[in-house]
């Protein structure tokens, strides 16, 4: 195998491979505080709002994301009358549906992450004369994410997979430049460096968040 | 005057009576030791002068000021002050384990009383001497022992200045040859002269360090006294059985 024909394959499938990263910083960004509010409306005393929190949440976790991406990209633009106003940049469709998806997993881990909490911190806080706002932002918040970072870890291990989702809706990224190359050479290798690129992402998120635990250890 | 001033406490869970009209009261400088079995309602008795309990009936005043008058509770700007006065120690330290022992001590009067730092770190540095911990201000909690734990938990309550402690069993969840350490620091603060009312199953200290001793069960007050009087020669039935238990 020469240097210029891993060359060929490789130079396409690293610029997909930017996309890749591209969405995975975009669905993280919006998606955990996205999430983070919907864990505050499921929590919420206004019951409608946590009713259609809750009802969000069930929809969202239990139907695949594939479904939902499809429905974004193609589906909400046949509807009539409105269909021609949803039509959106396809990369930008699938953006919305990732981070609409994610939201609600990270919101299921946020509440796991407030049910850990003992109830004596509240009580701590309250009769040292904090407000709700006090000792939600200032006690109850960094405990919830120090819980929370095994599991938030393990969902952005995930989202840098599904990013290949992108494939369906035919956003160029890794995997699709990958398959080009499969198609065109018949060949594996390029197979074998998608799965590289994969893993080397994931192996480099892995550090950062492993650091992270040990910076929120508190010991 | 009482500084405390309880009267016909009522509170029930569902069909269960946990406190009946109980009264009593606590005079500045009382260090107040509550005993009794458990599930008598101490520790709720306890709780409900810091409002982290709702009473069904009855009053409280503090100072003066009434937290609850017959089961009308003050607006809830009020009840912070009147609550203010008041710092409580519980039996599981309850430490905030995200900050150092040292933001432990400060958070709440940084927010809640907008301290300034310099002030702050200055008295936090004198109370952490005070309970023998000066040399961990800057440990988690995680690394402390129970001991230190529930010294620091006193050291955090002194940092806002009440005018009465509360302590919850604060030697309960400790290992025996712990509890000397924890013990020490409240009788030195009964020494300095601080209001306290500690709920206890440790009667030596009662003995040594409380000048009122009252008796709690079944959610009734059935003995109040001074040490000697109540421990020595109990007048009602069920605080002899109790006392012979424990001795």
């Given at each position: 195998?020469?240097?210029?024909?891993?060359?060929?394959?490789?130079?396409?499938?690293?610029?997909?491979?930017?996309?890749?990263?591209?969405?995975?910083?975009?669905?993280?960004?919006?998606?955990?505080?996205?999430?983070?509010?919907?864990?505050?409306?499921?929590?919420?005393?206004?019951?409608?709002?946590?009713?259609?929190?809750?009802?969000?949440?069930?929809?969202?976790?239990?139907?695949?994301?594939?479904?939902?991406?499809?429905?974004?990209?193609?589906?909400?633009?046949?509807?009539?009358?409105?269909?021609?106003?949803?039509?959106?940049?396809?990369?930008?469709?699938?953006?919305?549906?990732?981070?609409?998806?994610?939201?609600?997993?990270?919101?299921?881990?946020?509440?796991?992450?407030?049910?850990?909490?003992?109830?004596?911190?509240?009580?701590a806080a309250q009769v040292l004369g904090m407000?709700?706002?006090?000792s939600?932002?200032?006690?109850?918040?960094?405990?919830?994410?120090?819980?929370?970072?095994?599991?938030?870890?393990?969902?952005?291990?995930?989202?840098?997979?599904?990013?290949?989702?992108?494939?369906?809706?035919?956003?160029?990224?890794?995997?699709?430049?990958?398959?080009?190359?499969?198609?065109?050479?018949?060949?594996?290798?390029?197979?074998?460096?998608?799965?590289?690129?994969?893993?080397?992402?994931?192996?480099?998120?892995?550090?950062?968040?492993?650091?992270?635990?040990?910076?929120?250890?508190?010991? | 005057?009482?500084?405390?001033?309880?009267?016909?406490?009522?509170?029930?869970?569902?069909?269960?009576?946990?406190?009946?009209?109980?009264?009593?009261?606590?005079?500045?400088?009382?260090?107040?030791?509550?005993?009794?079995?458990?599930?008598?309602?101490?520790?709720?008795?306890?709780?409900?002068?810091?409002?982290?309990?709702?009473?069904?009936?009855?009053?409280?005043?503090?100072?003066?000021?009434?937290?609850?008058?017959?089961?009308?509770?003050?607006?809830?700007?009020?009840?912070?002050?009147?609550?203010a006065?008041?710092g409580m120690?519980?039996?599981?330290?309850?430490?905030?384990?995200?900050?150092?022992?040292?933001?432990?001590?400060?958070i709440a009067p940084?927010m809640v009383?907008?301290?300034?730092?310099?002030?702050?770190?200055?008295?936090?540095?004198?109370?952490?001497?005070?309970?023998?911990?000066?040399?961990?201000?800057?440990?988690?909690?995680?690394?402390?022992?129970?001991?230190?734990?529930?010294?620091?938990?006193?050291?955090r309550a002194?940092m806002m200045?009440?005018?009465?402690?509360?302590?919850?069993?604060?030697?309960?969840?400790?290992?025996?040859?712990?509890?000397?350490?924890?013990?020490?620091?409240?009788?030195?603060?009964?020494?300095?002269?601080?209001?306290?009312?500690?709920?206890?199953?440790?009667?030596?200290?009662?003995?040594?360090?409380?000048?009122?001793?009252?008796?709690?069960?079944?959610?009734?007050?059935?003995?109040?006294?001074?040490?000697?009087?109540?421990?020595?020669?109990?007048?009602?039935?069920?605080?002899?059985?109790?006392?012979?238990?424990?001795?």
């Amino acid at each position: 195998m020469s240097i210029d024909y891993m060359n060929t394959i490789l130079r396409p499938m690293l610029e997909g491979a930017q996309v890749t990263i591209l969405l995975f910083f975009i669905v993280i960004v919006f998606s955990i505080p996205l999430g983070f509010l919907l864990t505050l409306a499921v929590r919420s005393s206004i019951k409608p709002l946590a009713w259609i929190a809750q009802a969000y949440i069930f929809v969202v976790r239990g139907t695949p994301l594939l479904l939902q991406l499809l429905v974004i990209c193609f589906g909400l633009p046949m509807l009539p009358g409105i269909g021609e106003f949803l039509v959106l940049p396809r990369f930008m469709a699938a953006c919305i549906g990732f981070v609409l998806n994610y939201a609600a997993y990270f919101a299921e881990i946020f509440r796991g992450g407030l049910l850990a909490i003992d109830k004596g911190q509240y009580e701590a806080a309250q009769v040292l004369g904090m407000n709700k706002w006090q000792s939600f932002s200032r006690i109850i918040l960094p405990q919830m994410f120090r819980v929370a970072l095994p599991a938030v870890s393990n969902e952005s291990i995930t989202l840098v997979k599904d990013t290949s989702l992108l494939y369906a809706v035919a956003v160029p990224e890794l995997l699709h430049f990958a398959q080009t190359a499969v198609n065109r050479d018949f060949s594996i290798v390029p197979y074998f460096f998608a799965g590289l690129i994969y893993l080397i992402i994931t192996f480099i998120l892995t550090i950062v968040l492993k650091k992270l635990e040990k910076r929120m250890k508190f010991e | 005057m009482s500084l405390i001033e309880v009267a016909k406490l009522k509170k029930a869970y569902g069909d269960i009576d946990v406190l009946k009209q109980i009264s009593f009261g606590v005079n500045k400088n009382d260090v107040v030791a509550m005993i009794g079995p458990s599930g008598s309602g101490k520790s709720t008795l306890l709780r409900s002068l810091v409002h982290l309990e709702n009473i069904d009936g009855g009053s409280i005043s503090i100072a003066g000021d009434y937290l609850v008058n017959e089961g009308i509770y003050a607006k809830p700007p009020e009840i912070k002050k009147i609550t203010a006065k008041m710092g409580m120690v519980f039996q599981h330290f309850n430490l905030f384990p995200h900050l150092t022992v040292k933001e432990n001590l400060e958070i709440a009067p940084k927010m809640v009383k907008k301290e300034l730092s310099m002030v702050l770190e200055k008295r936090s540095r004198e109370l952490l001497a005070k309970v023998g911990l000066e040399n961990r201000a800057s440990a988690y909690p995680a690394k402390l022992s129970g001991g230190q734990k529930q010294r620091v938990a006193i050291a955090r309550a002194l940092m806002m200045e009440p005018e009465i402690l509360l302590f919850d069993e604060p030697t309960s969840a400790l290992d025996p040859e712990l509890t000397g350490e924890v013990l020490q620091v409240m009788k030195d603060l009964a020494e300095e002269q601080m209001t306290m009312i500690v709920v206890t199953h440790e009667m030596g200290f009662a003995k040594e360090v409380a000048n009122k001793v009252v008796f709690m069960d079944k959610g009734e007050i059935l003995e109040t006294g001074k040490p000697n009087e109540l421990f020595d020669h109990p007048k009602n039935e069920r605080t002899k059985l109790f006392l012979q238990r424990v001795n």
